[in-house]
């Protein structure tokens, strides 16, 4: 007998959001970040059991022949702890921008100016691809309430839509900055 699942139970939507929700960006971070902070131990702890052999590293006449075999270690925990270093900056990095990015929205959504705005095109974002496939990207057309300017914005990627041409969708702007503005699409 086969479970059935019920898709409109309030618990299955909210694991349903969640599972869509990952942004790959932060996913990186995270991923980036774990490999850099695991690298930067082992490059620490290598360094630190051989630690009477640090001295040695800067010694000229240790390199003028072959590297003794007891410098390896402290060698390679240096690499290590260097390697474990820019995957961490790489992955700190991935995850301010995403940081960045979700205050911005918080705060455009606290303070901005709400309008609407009209789909003038769905476009594949040949910019990206993911095992064979192009995101979407809607395109929409809106005038911004503090200049009376009627933009072309570029609203999120997506994967599937149910949009069309001429749809209406919200659009905020903010109203300190014309360059900065978020489209919210309902689908």
């Not at 705060?107 to 709400?114: A, I, K, Q, S, V």
Request: aromatic letters at 6%; a neutral charge.
């Amino acid at each position: 007998m086969r479970a059935r699942i019920d898709m409109n139970h309030p618990l299955t939507q909210a694991a349903d959001k969640r599972m869509r929700a990952v942004d790959p960006r932060k996913l990186l971070g995270l991923i980036f970040g774990g490999i850099g902070l695991l690298f930067l131990v082992l490059g620490v702890v290598f360094v630190l059991v051989s630690a009477d052999k640090l001295p040695l590293l800067a010694d000229p006449e240790i390199w003028a022949g072959d590297t003794p075999d007891e410098l390896a270690l402290p060698m390679v925990g240096i690499v290590f702890a260097a390697i474990g270093l820019i995957f961490a900056v790489m992955g700190g990095t991935f995850l301010l921008l995403c940081r960045r990015q979700r205050l911005l929205r918080e705060e455009l959504l606290r303070y901005g100016t709400r309008t609407t705005g009209a789909v003038v095109d769905i476009v594949l974002d040949r910019h990206y691809e993911v095992n064979g496939r192009h995101p979407l990207r809607i395109m929409v057309q809106a005038q911004n309430p503090h200049t009376g300017e009627l933009r072309t914005l570029r609203g999120p990627m997506m994967w599937e839509t149910s949009l069309v041409t001429g749809d209406a969708v919200d659009v905020i702007f903010d109203p300190m900055d014309e360059k900065k503005y978020l489209v919210i699409l309902q689908d």
